[in-house]
């Protein structure tokens, strides 16, 4: 099965980010997990070259809403505004507690979005989402 | 003796006597000259003028005799006046069988001749003779004969110019009787137009003006003189000409026997007075339009008064007309509007008209049923009213379209009868229809917004509460695997960290929602402060978690400040904002934590600043004191923190407000009142 060469995942809830990194390392579909707190902490990520003068660049992003600082929705409009260097590639999908959270509307706005999915994620969810990054 | 015939004419010869009014007249000079010298000429003592009237002769003149007259049958000249061209002489009358036994003759006067020459005049009447009579008997010559002829031509001739004369007096006379008459009448009718207490003007039928009196002059302030040069149409204002005229011309063919108008008259100085004028014309003899009269009354003032009040008039409707509201005069006694403005269609859809048409079923066939009664309770409230003052009430009355519509009226007193009884309110009314709607509206909107918020609580309570046994439970079995568990796998191990970390997060979440509900729902009591002391106890407990962190806290107020508010609220406000602060510090320096307090004017402004991470702002402002928000990476609390010490400063009537920058430091400005 290929292999997604990185995924971050932006949560407030480090069990959250625990428990979603030790899913994708048990199905062994991700070289490597990032993780970033809040959505500015994303995004800086985001915009640091690594050591061999690149962009992170992961093929996934998975999005909390809820966060402090700078949460779902204003990660997404900074995001808009990003160099296309820093976001080849991409596919963000949401990741929420309940469907009360999401404007879908509002969502429907950002063409990065694929897809929301509610936690906790499974196996089945995250093969969907791999179908996902394939398409792209 | 043989008596005179009469003449077949004697008729009319006596009527022709008669009128020369002769008989029986004093002598005079004429006659006399003509009988003197009769007698010289015919050389006899007597001569007569006389006169042969009815059953006498008359003498108008005599030279001779005495006597004035003698009877008809006796007289000579009776004889002679029946050949009226011819000389009449009887030369011995004693040898005359008609005469010779005259008394005359027999007689004292002992007539003895006579010769007399009949006066006719040029109708051939014989008024009587010319006569010479002497006791002698004697013969005239042809002379003589002449001369006598001549002499009575002369008589007849004087007796005719005397008549002429007379008749010539008489119309004299007449004239100057008639000329009086004149006087007076003319004199009667200028009075009359001079004393009359309105102007009056007499024309010819074109319009030249004949007459004024003194009234129009002084109206118009022409002079007579300047008045009889000129005509109507000069002194009419031009827009009214055509309309005298008119009039003028109707009278004069007789179409109408009068008129009267109101008119413009322009006066010396060109300026305009209103006039009312009735004019008649005056007749000639055979009735026909000779002049015409007009008298005229100065309306000048009336109409100006006239005007002034149609102007008001025409303002005072105006104004009632543009008000958007109605204004009424509502009758008591009549139980009708007496007055109404358009408004009244525009609220009500019935015309001004069609409401007074209505009269006293006004109110019982437009107000609600409903209002009715409360209606009647208005008007005897406003019946009590003292002037000036205002009665209110709210009430229903159908429009024009089956409509109801809820109006406001204040009506205030507006006339008493004699007693000082109320008989008329003035009222104005405002269609408050939509008003009542959204006074509706918001009355159910209310009792919506309550039972959401009934509902509401209950969802909190039983969220809050109904989860305190699962987590407990939960709790409980999770220690219980804890022990059990011996085999901690490093995945294990994790399991247990998160599950437990979750755990706390729940409960501390599920707790500062259980507080601010509480919060909500609190009765406050309210205790008397002095803030300086208050706060300076809550800085000594902190000390010990300050200089823990190596940091600075102190207080900047004066003392003797007292503040009444809720002393549990108080201090948990200020706790909350120093752990804050503690929670918050930067790494990167030492913690400086100041709490000032001050007053202004009635409120009390506590600051509570820190050096610490700062919150940004720009990104957070609207979410700062909302539920559930944390602001900084490694957020430890349940995000309830501000909205809970937001919560209790607005339950205690105060106010907080945040100032803050990324990695300076953040301020807290609470305002509390005094008492």
Redesign the interface.
Known sequence: MLKVKEVLLVDDSEGTNDLNTLLLTEMNVVEKISTALNGRLALDYLMTKNIDGNYPNPSLILLDINMPVMDGYQFLDAYDQLDEEMKANQIIVMLTTSISEIDIDKAKGYKYIKGYYFKPLDEEKMNQILEGIKEN | MKKPDIPYNEKTRQAALDSYQIVGTLPEQIFDDATYIASQICNTPIALVSLVDKDRQWFKSKVGIDADETHRDLSFCGHAINTPHQIFEVQNTKEDKRFSDNPLVAGDLNIGFYAGVPLTNENEMALGTLCVIDQNPKELNEQQKKALKALARDVVYKIEARKRELELEKKSQINTELLKKLEQTNFRFQSLIESAPLGIVVTDLKGSIIQTNEVLENMLEYSKEEFQKMSVSKLTYSADINKTKLNMKKLIEGKVKQFTMEKRYVAKDGSLIWGRISSAFVPDSNGHPAYLIGTIENINEEKQVKQELQRSKNFLSKITNIIPNIIYVFNQKTMSNEYANREIGATLGYSVEEVQELGERLMPSLCHPDDLNRLFEHFEAVARLEDETVAKIEYRMKHKDGIYRWLLSEDTVFERNGEGLVVKQLGVATDITELKEVQEKLSEQTIQLQKRNEDLKQFTYVATHDLKSPIANIKGFFNLLKKEVKDNTP?VA?AFK?IE??IQNFTTTQEGLTKAIKIREDKIIADEIEVSKLLGELIDSAQSEIEAINGDLYLDMEEGILIKTNLVYFKSIIQNLISNAIKYRSPERVLKLKIAAKKNKNKLNICVEDNGLGI?LE??RNRIFGM????????EGS?MGLYIVKSMVEKLNGNITIESSVNKGTSFQIELKLL
């Not at chain 2, 559930?628 to 957020?635: A, D, I, L, P, Q």
């Open positions: 995945k994790m998160h970390k979750e940004d990104l957070q559930f928000n944390r602001f900084h990476h490694h957020s995000g």
